[in-house]
């Protein structure tokens, strides 16, 4: 029976459609109206999958630029392969994954944090590696121990520029996620490709990803002030 | 206990799947749906020169327009806000709705998928050459102009080999990302590597993975090729493991070129 009525759903769906923008293939406020309710699981979903792999991904570049700020030498070949796992094409990093972790949110964001990486751990290091060397002078001078400049004055330095990573690596995200639902994790990017000649949806469902992105990168810059009140007193 | 059974099951068929995904690019097949053979070396060689041929034109297009435009907005030092912001701005926009606009406002077909994906490119290769030139000495250029050189000199002899990597660094973005776009052409009726991918239908799952090894393969090959390019086209002076070069080492570089006749 529920076949049945999802058929007969969707034909009220077309008929709906029957009104002459949408026949026409226009962009039709009033369909969007009508049919924003739609775009809001996507949405959702779209916002969870940004926000795990963001936060997964920057808690796995933040502890391998401390490691690597302490062992130099890992600097260049770990650069090295966030540089390549960048490389592999999103849609193919999806769905090489699917024999591994099956068709699961889980296998999205695997994908996502490994694309994140490539920002979130370069501007780190060069974050902590640009403090200069007199302020770290004179942080030991005052009688501070190598862990305690690391956490009082090396990272607050460091703070700039591992957020402007940070948002290279949202914008990124909510970008490639547009593709997760290859890997059957849904997002804003199912919406585009269930109608992709419909302009209405494809405005709708695109500019939605895009109003994201911009959210999340006015986001953290708000943050970003907050976060570094030096700056602020130093630009007034 | 009794959901054990079925995971290994499962397990064991997606390690098949490896296998046959393999086996799908080396031999041909009869599709999912019957009646036609598909994969094997022949056609997945025939979708591979496909997309790049699509990705090679885009990415070349895209340096036509956005490199003069850099140079330039570079070398007067105008723009700034729009060199720099519009990579931004094209980060933003996902590939697939781009393509999704194109389809659904332009069309279909080869042209409509090569005019997305330059737009799609331009944006890397712009600020990369922008930030490039900017970043040059400005001694290095007073250098150049001490020397005699007129600005279009300026532009080709100093600026453009000093933001060699830079630009480099651009032209690499904008490949994967064209590489990695150009998967989703068969949307708009162009058959590339992605053919397989959306077709799955027909091809199975063994052509969707084996779509998916090969164009992963196709990105790293690609990003490994511009690197050694790089490599090549970079000023012996500037190239990596090297100290930055000093003012000793920019002199006789200049000189090199000037010494020729103009």
């Given amino acids: 029976m529920s076949a049945v009525e999802l058929v ?35 949405l959702v979903q779209h916002v969870i999958l940004t926000v795990v792999s963001v936060a997964a991904g920057f808690a796995i570049a933040f502890g391998l630029a401390l490691l690597a700020h302490r062992r130099q030498w890992l600097t260049p070949p770990i650069s090295a392969f966030t540089s390549v796992l960048y490389t ?50 004179a942080a030991r001078g005052m009688g501070l121990t190598d862990r305690e400049v690391l956490w009082r004055v090396e990272l607050p330095l460091a703070v700039p520029e591992v957020l402007a990573g940070l948002r290279v690596a949202t914008v990124t995200t909510v970008n490639l996620a547009t593709l997760a639902f290859f890997a059957g994790a849904g997002g804003l990017g199912a919406q585009i490709y269930q109608d992709i000649t419909f302009r209405s949806n494809v405005v709708v469902a695109g500019g939605l990803a895009v109003l994201l992105a911009a959210a999340c990168d006015l986001l953290i810059l708000g943050g970003q002030r907050l976060a570094t009140p030096w700056r602020r007193a130093a630009v007034a | 206990m009794s959901v054990s059974a079925p995971t290994a ?26 009646g036609v053979q598909v994969g094997g070396v022949g056609e997945m060689l025939q979708l591979t020169a496909n997309h790049m041929l699509l990705s090679a034109l885009a990415v070349a297009i895209a340096c036509a327009i956005a490199l003069p435009l850099g140079l330039w907005l570079g070398h007067v030092g105008r723009g700034e806000f729009f060199a720099v912001s519009v990579s931004n701005v094209g980060r933003a926009v996902p590939t697939l709705a781009l393509i999704a606009f194109f389809i659904a406002f332009v069309g279909i077909g080869f042209a409509n998928v090569l005019a997305a994906l330059t737009v799609l490119a331009i944006p890397p290769l712009l600020t990369n050459t922008y930030v490039g030139v900017r970043g040059v000495d400005p001694d290095a250029v007073d250098a150049a102009l001490g020397m005699g050189m007129g600005e279009a000199q300026i532009v080709r002899r100093v600026e453009l080999p000093l933001a060699i990597r830079s630009i480099f660094g651009g032209v690499q973005l904008a490949a994967i990302s064209v590489v990695a776009t150009a998967i989703l052409g068969p949307l708009a009726s162009v058959a590339t590597l992605g053919t397989p991918i959306v077709s799955v239908n027909v091809y199975g799952q063994a052509g969707l993975l084996g779509a998916a090894i090969l164009v992963a393969v196709l990105a790293v090959l690609v990003y490994l090729a511009l690197t050694a390019l790089q490599r090549a086209v970079t000023p012996r002076g500037l190239r990596a493991g090297r100290e930055p070069p000093g003012l000793e080492r920019r002199i006789p570089f200049l000189d090199r070129r000037s010494a020729q006749p103009t």
């Fill in chain 2, 9 to 34: 099951l499962v397990a064991q068929a997606d390690r098949l799947s490896f296998v046959e995904a393999i086996e799908f690019l080396l031999v041909p097949r009869e599709s999912v749906t019957g």
């Fill in chain 1, 88 to 137: 592999i094409p999103s849609v193919a990093a999806f769905l090489l994954l699917l024999p591994v972790t099956g068709r699961t949110t889980l296998t999205a964001i695997i994908a996502l944090v490994a694309y994140t990486q490539v920002f979130l751990f370069r501007n780190a290091i060069n974050g902590l590696g640009n403090v200069p060397e007199d302020t770290k002078d």
């Fill in chain 1, 8 to 42: 007969v759903a969707q034909l009220e769906i077309r008929s709906r459609r029957g009104g002459t923008c949408v026949s026409e293939n226009g962009f039709c406020p009033g369909w969007i109206v009508d049919n924003l309710w739609r775009y809001v699981d996507p």
